[in-house]
C-alpha cells in the first residue's frame, strides 16, 4: 500500500519539494532573512497539510523553529523528527551547470542548494507522515522540530531546547542528515564527529601600502598568515597544536578493521574528486581519516586585491576561516583554546592577531544496542533487502549531543543521502530513488518502532 501511494503521488511529491528548493533560505546571509522565514511558513503549511494537528512557528531570536506534532494516544511511543530548512551559501555560482534555486531534475536526480542538506531529506519525513495518515497507518506519536540555523551553528537552539522541555519529550529523535554507503550498501551513521569554527584575523600596517614603496620592510599580513595556517600540520598530517590529541578516543585494532570493513573503493574515490592521490594524518586509512580522527582545514581565506587586473598592494589584513572536525572526547570549548594560545604563538611582533570563535558542536556515538536501531535496521532490510552497516560519518550535527544532554535521548541517524552528492557543494543533487525509497523506509521505521521488535 505505501509503494502504491507514493506511486501514486509520486509527481505532486516532487512538486512541491521542489517549490521549497526554489526559496532560497540561507540563513548565512543576512539578504536571505525574508527568504528563510518563508521556507519555514511553506514547511509548516505542509505539515499541517500531511495530517499534523498541531503547527507551529516558534520565534527565537535568530530564524523560527517550526514545529509540529500528531499524538494519536499519549500512551504509545512518540518519535521527535529533527531536521533543518536553512541551507549554505550556493557560491561559486559560476561553477552550478544550473541555477541554484532553480530546481531541475537530471539523470533521475534533483539538482539544488539543500536538494540533499537537508531540505529533500526533511521532505521525506513530511511525506512519510502524509502517507500514514492517510491510510490510516500511523502506529505511534510524532512530533517535528525543524530549525532554521543549522548552517550557522544553531546558535539560540541550546535555549530553545531547554525552554520547550515539556513539548520536546519522546522516546527516541529520529535525524535524517547524513548519507548512505551506497545504494547497494545502506547503512545508519552511528557515530558524528564535534566542531570547533572559527576565523582569524592578522593585521599588519593601519592602511593598505604600496608593495613597491613598503614591500621588504613591513611584514605584509597574507605572507604571516600563510606561514601560521602552514605551521598548523607537522609532516606527518597531524594537528600540530599542543594538546589537540590529549583526549582523542582511540579506538582497538579489531574496532578499526570492522570500520575498515565497510566497501570502500580507493581508486574510485580519487576518480570521483580528480585527484591523482589521497591526504591526511600519516598511519591511517581514508575511512580512519574521515570517521574517527580529528583534523584542521582552512575553510576560506582572503585579504588584499582579488579584483581583475593588477594592483600592487601590501594589504593592511589578511583573514581566513578555520574548523577542527573533532572526535570523542575532545571538547569544542577547550579545543578552540588550545587553538587560540597556539595561533597567537606563531605570530610575529610585526602583526597583530585575532582569533574569533564562530561555533561549535561535541563528537557523539549513538547505541547500536537499542529498540529504535533495531527498527531503523528491520526498516532498511524490508526496503533496501540488506541489513545496514554502522558507520561513523565525518560530518557533524551539533544537535545529536545536545538533545542526549538536555533531553536524555538517544538519536537514530537515518539518512538517505550519498556522499557523492555535493552538498555545501557546486551542483548539490538528491537521486530521487533515495528520496521516495528514503520515504517507505522511513514509513516502516514507525512500524517496526511501534511494535518494540
Known amino acids: ?155 539560540h537552539l541550546a535555549e530553545f531546547v531547554k525552554q520547550n522541555r515539556n513539548r520536546l519529550k519522546a522516546d527516541v529523535i529520529l535525524i535524517s542528515d547524513t548519507a548512505l554507503i551506497s545504494l547497494d550498501t545502506p547503512s545508519i551513521t552511528v557515530g558524528l564527529r564535534g566542531l570547533s569554527y572559527v576565523e582569524v584575523e592578522v593585521t599588519g600596517p593601519n592602511r593598505d601600502l604600496h608593495s613597491g614603496v613598503y614591500g621588504g620592510a613591513v611584514a605584509n599580513p597574507i605572507n604571516v598568515l600563510a606561514k601560521m595556517i602552514a605551521a598548523l600540520h607537522d609532516d606527518d598530517g597531524r594537528v600540530a597544536i599542543p594538546g589537540f590529541y590529549n583526549k582523542v578516543a582511540m579506538l582497538t585494532d579489531e574496532e578499526r578493521r570492522a570500520l575498515n570493513l565497510a566497501p570502500f573503493n580507493l581508486d574510485q574515490y580519487k576518480q570521483e574528486l580528480g585527484l591523482a592521490d589521497v591526504h591526511g594524518e600519516k598511519g591511517y586509512t581514508t575511512l580512519e581519516r574521515t570517521g574517527i580522527r580529528p583534523t584542521l582545514d582552512v575553510n576560506g581565506i582572503w585579504g588584499g586585491y582579488t579584483g581583475e587586473g593588477a594592483k600592487t598592494v601590501l594589504p593592511s589584513k589578511a583573514n581566513a576561516k578555520i574548523s577542527m572536525r573533532l572526535v570523542p572526547h575532545q571538547d569544542p570549548n577547550e579545543i578552540t583554546s588550545l587553538f587560540t594560545k597556539h595561533f597567537l604563538s606563531l605570530a610575529p611582533a610585526s602583526v597583530k592577531v585575532k582569533v574569533t570563535p564562530l561555533h561549535g558542536g561535541e563528537p557523539v556515538v549513538t547505541p547500536t544496542d537499542s529498540k529504535a536501531f533495531r527498527a531503523a535496521s528491520r526498516a532498511f532490510e524490508e526496503v533496501w533487502g540488506k541489513t545496514p552497516i554502522p558507520t561513523r560519518d565525518g560530518g557533524s550535527i551539533p544537535i545529536v549531543a545536545l538533545f542526549k544532554k538536555e533531553l536524555g535521548l538517544d538519536t537514530v541517524l537515518m539518512g538517505f543521502g550519498l556522499d557523492s552528492d555535493a552538498i555545501h557543494s557546486p551542483n548539490e543533487h538528491y537521486g530521487l530513488i533515495n528520496f521516495f525509497r528514503g520515504t517507505e523506509t522511513i514509513v516502516a521505521f514507525y512500524r517496526h518502532f511501534a511494535a518494540g521488535n
Not at 80 to 109: A, C, N
Not at 111 to 127: E, I, L, P, S, T
Not at 133 to 140: D, F, G, I, T
Open 1 to 155: 500500500m505505501v509503494q502504491t501511494y507514493i506511486e501514486q503521488h509520486r509527481q505532486r511529491f516532487l512538486d512541491e519539494l521542489i517549490a521549497w528548493l526554489r526559496i532560497p533560505s540561507v540563513s548565512a546571509d543576512s539578504r536571505h532573512t525574508s527568504d528563510v522565514r518563508r521556507a519555514a511558513i511553506y514547511l509548516k503549511e505542509k505539515l499541517a497539510e500531511a495530517g499534523a494537528e498541531k503547527t507551529e512557528l516558534i520565534e527565537t531570536p535568530g530564524h523560527p523553529v517550526v514545529y509540529a506534532e500528531k499524538i494519536i494516544d499519549p500512551a504509545l511511543p512518540t518519535v521527535l523528527v529533527y531536521g533543518h530548512y536553512d541551507v549554505q551559501p550556493p557560491d561559486p555560482l559560476e561553477l552550478w551547470t544550473s541555477p541554484p534555486f532553480e530546481p531541475v531534475i537530471r539523470d533521475e536526480k534533483i539538482f539544488a542548494r539543500g536538494a540533499c542538506d537537508d531540505k529533500g531529506q526533511v521532505y521525506m519525513h513530511v511525506k512519510a507522515l502524509e502517507i500514514m495518515n492517510r491510510l490510516n497507518a500511523l502506529p505511534c506519536n510524532i512530533k517535528f522540530m525543524v530549525e532554521g540555523e543549522e548552517e550557522v551553528g544553531s546558535a
